[in-house]
């Protein structure tokens, strides 16, 4: 494939640019398609970074890892550590001795099948799969990740790393997922990466891979998620599927339809690894500059609160989202996700600091420093929602006990929760 090829960005059935990327200059290119432009519809699309103008937008400031040279509204699309992984792995069982992908060259494998609803052109074509089998899907990855330290004697076919690679490299992350799409009334269970009709119910799955640590880190994902439920802080309906991997509705499929979703970093070019740029009160800027209905300003507030007290120090800026609603050109936070206790219990960290500050600080955060990110963000009743929040903490030891998540790792998540004084 050229190295200077040019994909077309479509968005709801239209194009609406193109991108462009020089592997020699490291330089990224952006056009808008000009029809798209005049139509005036849509404008708020891209709010950041990418300028509603006609001729060709160079971007040169988003090298590294987290952008890969895109811009950053099309970077969004492609996958993070886990993803990378598969993709590589399946790439390179299926092009034997090729050479190296460049990231313009894996969004024409992203295709229509990316998380949200930008869709990339050409679109390279991939034999579709109708059934899906988590069981085999969990152990072919074990072995990809190398957890089971087999390595030598794998022998994984071609077909095995393209069922996964087709459904598991879409969304970002650390963490194995896969894409899974049910089916309202007979529970069938198809791939998830290109089915997005109302007669499903569609799923990121975070599989639960033997890891060798004694626990499950999916169950623990799944009793935070009571636990936001018990404070109506607002997440996608989620559920263990065989007890033991965390499943949750995606909000970029709902009602038969594509949702454009882009996550903070995404919508702003913020760089998630960035500590200079990674504040909360940068995502309440973010919001509010973005016009979000003031209710969704509290939410961000309660989930800041939340995700203090109960840990969760992994935080950052693209574990948090916007989603546009076409009808009214507007944007609104995304429900929660990746909402857990995020390290791994058995590793002594001596220094963990949060991936958000809070009022200038990664540790040592009081009740003094949320009210006065309170203060600033006119957020109503801040001492009652530190209140609220707290208030379930017992129920973290009543739900875990129910599915039997072992009483050291009741105790040692425990400890790290924050009591705000
Ligand atoms: N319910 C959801 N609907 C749509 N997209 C989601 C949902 N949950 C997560 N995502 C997207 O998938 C990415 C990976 O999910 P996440 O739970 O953050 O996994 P990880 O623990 O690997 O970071 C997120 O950054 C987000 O963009
Ligand atoms: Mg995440």
New binding site residues.
Partial sequence: MAANLIIEVQLFGQEIGKVGYDVDKRTSYFQYHPEFLESNTYTKIFPYVIKRIKPVQVFTQYEGETFRGLPPMIADSLPDL?GNTIFKEWFESSHQGSKKITPLEQLTYVANRG?GALEYKPVQPIPKSTTIDIQEIVSVLEQVLDLKKQRSEKDLSELALLNIFKIGTS?????P?ILISEHKENGNIIPGDLEYSGDYRHY?V?LNLDEGIGYNREKVEYVYYQLTQELGIQM?PSKLIQGIHFA?????RQQGEKKHVL?ASGLTGWDFKSVAESSYENVFRLALDLRVPYKDIQELYKRMIFNLVFGNVDDHL??H?FIYNKEKNAWNLA?A??ITYPLNINLNFTKVTRALSINGKRDNINLKDVLEVAEEFAIKNPKGIVKQVQSVIPQWREYAIEINIPERVIVAIQEEFVLLK
């Fill in positions: 886990f998380m969304a970002g992350g650390v963490r997922k990121l975070k996608m949750t509705e995606r909000y970029d996550t693209k574990n989202s429900p996700y990746d």
